[in-house]
Structure formats: C-alpha cells, structure tokens
C-alpha cells in the first residue's frame, strides 16, 4: 500500500529538528556500542551490537573510533594470530572507509597505515615493495596534513630505521622522525623507549 506523501517540506523548522534528533540518537546509539567494545569485557560483543545498529550510516568519526579500536584488539598479545590478523584487516577496513569519507583525515590515512603495516609485522615476512610503498605513502599524507602527528612520526621513524636500504631504509631519517615524535609527544612511553634504542645501537649512549 502507497504511504500518503509527506508534506513536511512545507515546514523546515521541523525538518531541521526531526534530523537533529535522529542524529543526536544515532550517535548515542553508536557510542553505547563503542564503550561496550572499549571495555573489552567481551570479545565478540563488537559485532554483534554493530549487526543491531547496521541501520545506521557512521560518520567519520565513528569510522575512526572503530579503526583505532581494532587496532587495539590486533595488538593484544594474548589473543591468537588469526584473531589478531582480522582485527587489523578490519580496522584497516574501516580506516578505508573514513578515507571515502574525507580524504583530507591526516588520522584516517594513519589508522589505515597502522593496521596495514602492523598486520605484515606480525606475519613475520619480508614487506613486499609495493606494500612498503603504500605505507609510506599514507603516512606521508598524514604529516602533509599534519606535521605534528605523533603517531605518525614514530611509525615512519620506526619503518625507516627496520627497512633494509634496498626497501628504502634510513637511518639518518629514521633518527630525526623519532627525534620530532619525542619532541611532540614527550610523555609517548613507546616512541621515547624506541629512540633511546636506536642511541643504543648507534652507541650514542649521552643524546
């Protein structure tokens, strides 16, 4: 049967406060989802709350949430390789789709690097070129788009200093993107402990 047509054009005032409520519960629907995902009390929570909520279409921001969140998940030690695996490929998945989004996210172009990269890290295999490449492409966009990034600082500085120089390695560069991560975020444990590494194996012990 054939609804009657709307006629709410004729009122935009209600228009405008009709989607900002929508709005408003989407996204208190999707950060309910996200807390229970954040408390990692338990471990196949995630999808089921997302199948529940698979009306809704997440913005960048929630995008990203999630990205970061399957990112934690790959890097948690005590869970198995394959779990680990797809954690990564689908945070990387949703990095992707924060990039359909907004190309210009600097965070989405890194998340999605994070992943990627941290996925071949733990296969244990030698980085083919092309991925090496797509790497470093993503994190160069993220510090074209902001300098300062962090995170991206100490990944590139790290990727440079691990790669063979037939891959594109450099130690030199290596040690001024650690440097610059540091500066930027002194209180980073991870990026201050790599760099002092890095001193130790060029026994510049007093840096």
């Known amino acids: 049967m054939k609804l009657p047509t ?31 995902a954040e408390e990692g009390t338990h471990q196949g929570m995630l999808p089921v709350l997302l199948a529940e909520t698979k009306e809704l279409k997440p913005d960048s921001i929630i995008l990203l949430r999630m990205a970061d969140i399957y990112l934690e998940r790959g890097d948690d030690e005590s869970s198995n390789k394959s779990d680990r695996l797809a954690a990564y490929a689908q945070g990387a998945r949703y990095a992707q789709q924060a990039l359909a989004l907004d190309e210009k996210n600097a965070h989405a172009h890194y998340l999605y690097a994070a992943n990627l990269g ?26 074209e788009l902001n300098p300062n990034h962090a995170e991206a600082l100490h990944m590139m500085g790290m990727m440079l200093e691990e790669l063979p120089w037939m891959l594109g390695g450099d ?37």
């Not at 519960?25 to 229970?36: H, R």
């Not at 070129?129 to 510090?143: D, E, G, P």
């Open 171 to 207: 130690r030199d560069s290596a040690l001024n993107y650690l440097r610059r991560a540091v500066a930027v975020d002194p209180n980073d444990a991870s990026a201050r402990l790599d760099l002092a590494k890095v001193y130790i194996k060029r026994k510049d012990v007093e840096a």
């Open 118 to 143: 941290s996925a071949a890290q733990l296969k244990g295999m030698m980085v083919s070129a092309l991925t090496v490449q797509n790497l470093k492409r993503h994190i160069r966009r993220t510090l």
């Open 6 to 36: 709307c006629r709410w054009p004729a009122y935009p005032s209600v228009i405008r406060l009709t989607r900002t409520f929508l709005c408003v519960c989407s996204i208190c629907l999707f950060n309910n989802v996200l807390a229970a």
